[in-house]
């Protein structure tokens, strides 16, 4: 997307280790960052959101961390496993958080999780 | 539970042809978005209706692609005529309501144009 930036393309890891990746938007008015999951052949699906109201949230092995000052989103998976491989993708709204719901995404991130 | 459906799941067709795919969203879901994803790229949203009217087709070819969601439940996006490029995977996806929010991904129908 126009206004999403995500790093890195593609990340290695052995298990057990922890995956972060890194995503930046240029609206300080976007309010909504959700995370996608999408595994080899299948569709995306979310994992984990957050909206501008906290800094933090939690789901058992993964976090979201988001700084508005700096305007960046952060994915963290502690405690990786290979089923964990697969892409990721961050997206945010356009426009300073459209009300129609439209999403702006990243490129991806394949994460590798080598056993 | 509840998923979004889309047919077919691949299709090949020569350029200059028509294709059309099909999408039915997650039953009650008002807002219905189609997204086209090219290979390692995330998905870019083509259309989004909310019920049966567009909300957003700003990134719509629309000499060639068009859209509809005539009762507002199922959709249909079409080509015509397709050409090498449009080759990518046309994702939709469906949503509870306006605003921002979980949004629910079919599987996809792979396109190839030769």
């Known amino acids: 997307g126009e206004n999403v930036e995500q790093h890195p393309s593609t990340l290695s890891v052995q298990e057990g280790d922890s995956a972060v990746i890194k995503c930046t938007y240029s609206?300080?008015?976007?309010?909504?960052f959700p995370w996608y999951k999408q595994e080899l052949g299948k569709r995306p699906q979310l994992i984990i959101d957050?909206?501008?109201?906290?800094g933090e949230k939690k789901d058992q092995r993964i976090a979201v961390t988001l700084n508005k000052t700096a305007k960046h989103f952060s994915l963290h998976i502690t405690e990786t496993q290979p089923e964990d491989s697969a892409v990721y993708f961050c997206?945010?709204?356009?426009?300073?958080?459209?009300?129609?719901?439209?999403?702006?995404f990243g490129r991806g991130t394949q994460l590798t999780v080598w056993p | 539970e509840a998923e979004v459906a889309q047919s077919p799941r691949y299709k090949i067709t020569e350029k200059s042809q028509a294709v059309a795919f099909w999408c039915d969203p997650i039953?009650?879901?008002?807002?219905l978005y189609w997204y086209r994803q090219i290979l390692g790229q995330g998905p870019e949203l083509l259309v989004q209706?909310?019920?049966?009217?567009?909300?957003?087709d700003s990134q719509l070819p629309k000499d060639r692609f068009s859209a509809e969601r005539l009762k507002g439940v199922d959709s249909t996006l079409k080509i015509q005529p397709a050409e090498l490029g449009d080759s990518a995977m046309y994702l939709c996806?469906?949503?509870?309501?306006?605003?921002?929010?979980?949004?629910?991904f079919g599987p996809g129908t792979r396109l190839t144009v030769t």
């Open positions: 209706f909310q019920d049966e009217s567009v909300v957003d």
């Open positions: 996806a469906s949503s509870l309501g306006t605003g921002t929010g979980e949004q629910y």
């Open positions: 039953s009650g879901h008002a807002t």
């Open positions: 609206d300080s008015a976007s309010n909504y």
């Open positions: 957050i909206r501008s109201n906290v």
């Open positions: 997206a945010a709204p356009p426009n300073g958080g459209s009300t129609l719901g439209r999403l702006y």
